[in-house]
């Protein structure tokens, strides 16, 4: 069981920046793959980006080049940089974690999300 608590979003003007953090109560390196996503009103939960154990990142297209996802190993925490804001990032982001056992069966687990609303 992994507990995953985000924080740091808030209200931005448009081309402003914002931090989210997310701390797991376990360590990250156990952890095969750690994200966000993300869900807008009357839209489904997308995928926002990954990162591997091994350091490896996917982000979705809409925010490359100004999302950057990294980890902190020693203090089991993930953060996403959001840089150059726009109004339709505004959503709840949610922290997810998946494991991976040794028979290949995925456990999946979430925060309880935070709110990111940006102004035009």
């Known amino acids: 069981q992994v507990q995953l608590v985000e924080s740091g979003g808030g209200l931005v003007q448009a081309g402003g920046s914002l931090r989210l953090s997310c701390a797991a109560s376990m360590s990250i390196l156990s952890i095969n793959t750690m994200g966000w996503y993300r869900q807008a009103p009357g839209k489904q939960r997308e995928l926002v980006t990954i990162?591997?154990?091994?350091?490896?990142?996917n982000y979705a297209d809409s925010v490359k080049g100004r999302f950057t996802i990294s980890r902190d190993n020693a203090k089991n925490t993930v953060y996403l940089q959001m840089n150059s804001l726009k109004p339709e990032d505004t959503a709840v982001y949610y922290c997810?974690?998946?494991?991976?056992?040794?028979?290949?069966?995925?456990?999946?687990?979430w925060g309880q999300g935070t709110q990111v609303t940006v102004s035009s």
């Open positions: 997810n974690a998946m494991i991976r056992n040794s028979d290949l069966y995925e456990y999946t687990y």
């Open positions: 990162i591997t154990s091994g350091g490896s990142t």
